[in-house]
């Protein structure tokens, strides 16, 4: 029956599905390797930094034009011939103090641009505002109270420091400047460190910055040799990042606030590359590149005293920690360092 010839060609039902063909599996993709800490450290500028240190960024890893850094540095510039404005971000308010001109001159040494009228007037600003000594104090007082971080207190009548003092005369001398200003301000440095006998972390960065450019060699690299032994006297510096809770900490400075051979031989050139061990070293350009954080940008090891001023300086520190690493050697691009054994 025809009924009967429609239903032969329907399957009988079965609770029991049918079984899907199979199909090869395919490939498992390789890992995403993470990206390279330049590249983390490059959105993290771009998501945070100031113009100026954005434009730095751009000038040291990008091919990016120096007279870019220059006009942005412009603007921080006063007619004074100094710096202000929150050069460094631990000074707030638009007042010329010495600790700007320290961080301009950094600036400038690196763009290679440390002379001219410029700086002739930059030089003319320190006349005035020096010491009885001829040195620089770390903050000049004024008559109006703009904030700053606490642990850089106004004074009335204040003292030169080396802490000023020795940068600046270091980097005007490493670019061959001269100037009526930097006589008396050298012979104060030369004092300050050739007598330096209880210091602090800070004061002996410093210190290495003036003796890197004093133009005087022999006398600089006797005075560096006496105070990489008071750096190891008085631990000064952590040698060991595993055992740094072992190093007292400097009174007045915040928790974890410690440097580290790479904080003060920034450079392997610098005499106080010479203090440290090749192990010793290493072992701290290991943690330096290990403090890139998972935003892009290294961390900030001082009191935070302003969520503006900390914001401001982690870009400074990110640049910072990326010019060490690369002075050294160490890779930033995910390709092998040059020199696998190290400095």
Do not use: K
């Not at 995403?32 to 100031?50: C, D, N, S, V």
């Amino acid at each position: 029956m025809p009924g009967d010839d429609a239903s032969s060609l329907t399957p009988p039902h079965s609770s029991t599905p049918p079984t899907p063909q199979s199909r090869p599996t395919p490939p498992a993709s390789p890992p995403t390797p993470p990206p390279a800490p330049l590249a983390r450290a490059e959105r993290f500028i771009w998501l945070t930094a100031r113009v100026l240190e954005q434009r730095r960024f751009a000038f040291h890893f990008l091919g990016g034009e120096a007279d870019a850094v220059d006009t942005a540095l412009g603007s921080y510039l006063n007619a004074d011939g100094g710096y202000g404005h929150a050069l460094d971000p631990d000074l707030r308010g638009p007042l010329s103090h010495p600790l700007h001109t320290a961080h301009a001159l950094r600036i400038l040494d690196g763009l290679g641009r440390c002379a001219g009228q410029r700086i002739e007037r930059l030089c003319r600003h320190l006349t005035r505002v020096s010491t009885a000594d001829g040195a620089l104090p770390v903050v000049l007082p004024a008559p109006h109270d703009y904030p700053r971080a606490p642990y850089h207190p106004v004074y009335d009548d204040p003292p030169g420091a080396l802490l000023t003092t020795g940068p600046v005369v270091g980097l005007l001398h490493r670019n061959r400047i001269w100037h009526a200003w930097l006589f008396r301000a050298t012979d104060f440095c030369w004092e300050r460190v050739e007598n330096l006998r209880r210091t602090d972390p800070y004061e002996i960065r410093s210190a290495v910055a003036f003796l890197d450019g004093a133009p005087d060699r022999a006398r600089a690299v006797a005075a560096a040799d006496r105070l990489g032994r008071l750096v190891r006297e008085q631990r000064l510096v952590v040698l060991d990042p595993r055992r740094r809770r072992e190093y007292p900490p400097y009174p007045g400075c915040a928790p974890g606030e410690q440097l580290f051979p790479h904080d003060v031989a920034r450079r392997p050139e610098s005499l106080a590359r010479g203090w440290f061990t090749d192990e010793e070293l290493r072992r701290s350009l290991d943690f330096l590149a290990a403090g890139q954080q998972q935003d892009g940008g290294w961390p900030v090891r001082r009191l935070a005293w302003a969520p503006g001023s900390s914001l401001e300086r982690r870009p400074i520190a990110t640049l910072e920690a990326l010019l060490t690493l690369r002075a050294y050697g160490r890779p930033l691009t995910g390709d092998p360092p040059a020199d696998p054994a190290g400095p």
